[in-house]
């Protein structure tokens, strides 16, 4: 996987995640680069990556974008976390939270809300692995590259999915026009909280095999909010009456 | 300003704004277009809006985007809000909600935050004339149309602004690291809530002339969230509050 850009090589070098896997960082081999690029490509010797010069053209066609900054970064696929496993390690701890994504097709709303989920200290990201966006570059970037800050699970069988989480003392919440008003909800300290798709919302069989439905009370004249907004209301609240309650 | 595709028509077609100005919709003029666009074109014409039709080379010409899926919508300009204006409407509300903008520059972030603040009931946007994102066909899409739904203003001096503002009752709110937990804020009933640039967060002065500093705490090894969904978090916790207190 190529990303490209300081901003994003930044953020990267920041990240002390061992799911990340930084290949090698390939800077322009122009000469006369500013200081920021300087410095960013000695931040990153230090940090003891392997650094490769080369033509800006021949980064250009590594990343698919004309606009990269003089720096492209070669990453190791991203890769997904077993459930079980998961589920397994999040059984032993008092309060847990998953964000579960039934369908999210836009690349920046998926981006936005694994960024606000590791801002919000959720244990772990599953996303349908049909009819949804996948972890890519463009997640990455506006994930600020938080994607590799938390540990995504791919779903392939959603009732499945659930009844694991059900077993393992979570209750499931699914955001909805038609349920109790966000802040109303008393969440369990285990808690898997369903976003659903952009048009659709979360699908009807979802709905009904999950235990509360949540909605967000808002203007009479407004359809919806965006996934990413709503995601960041519910997910902030939620640590919000956790705090207050001192769990 | 010329916006295109069928969920933008869709939208707007559902708009009830002075603020809209729908000088025209074009339609491409193949033949064979599925039903989806011809219900459209039906609903536009129910209307009464003035129709066209053209050669899909001349729509994308127009729009300059290929993918127009049949459909560009010839709107007015954008018109801004005369500041003072607005602020004398306002004065007669015994609630009211501004939300200021310090040199917000991604247009997806606008355009978030103008659809998150319509769907909560905000008053009013109010911008910087310099350094920001301004309203164009990208951010009223992203604001699913909704940037006719709001008198947005524009401000050319920002301190002249914000005296302006408590002289008619504001208490003026900006959001920072280091302010009170959101949610221990108790929010005036008239509040303009200010967010800041993506990089820089809100401006030095700007924060000093502001009564409050309100924060979103989160993680440790999170440096900040996403403008939009800060706005989304925030804007929403306000509106809670208010519904609780019974305003």
Known sequence: MYLHGRNVLKELLGIDSSRLRIKRILFTNQRNVDTQLLELAKE??????????????????????????????????????????????????????????????????????????????ADAIAITSSNSAEITPAVVKVSAGLAFSIPVIKIVNMAQFEKSLKERGFWIYASDMNGTPYYENEYSEKSAIIFGNEGKGVRRLVKERSDVLISIPMERTVDSLNVAAAAAIILFDRRRQLTVRGA
Do not use: W
Not at 87 to 99: F, G, M, P, R
Not at 103 to 121: C, K, W, Y
């Open 44 to 121: 990153a010797k230090v940090k003891g990556f392997r650094i490769e010069e080369m033509p800006p053209e021949k980064l250009a066609n590594l990343c698919r974008e004309k606009k990269h900054q003089g720096v492209v970064i070669d990453l190791k696929e991203f890769s997904y976390v077993d459930s079980e496993k998961m589920l397994d390690n999040l059984e032993k701890q008092s309060t847990a939270t998953i964000v579960l994504l039934d369908q999210i097709q836009d690349p920046h709303n998926l981006g936005a809300i694994i960024r606000t989920s590791v801002a919000v200290g």
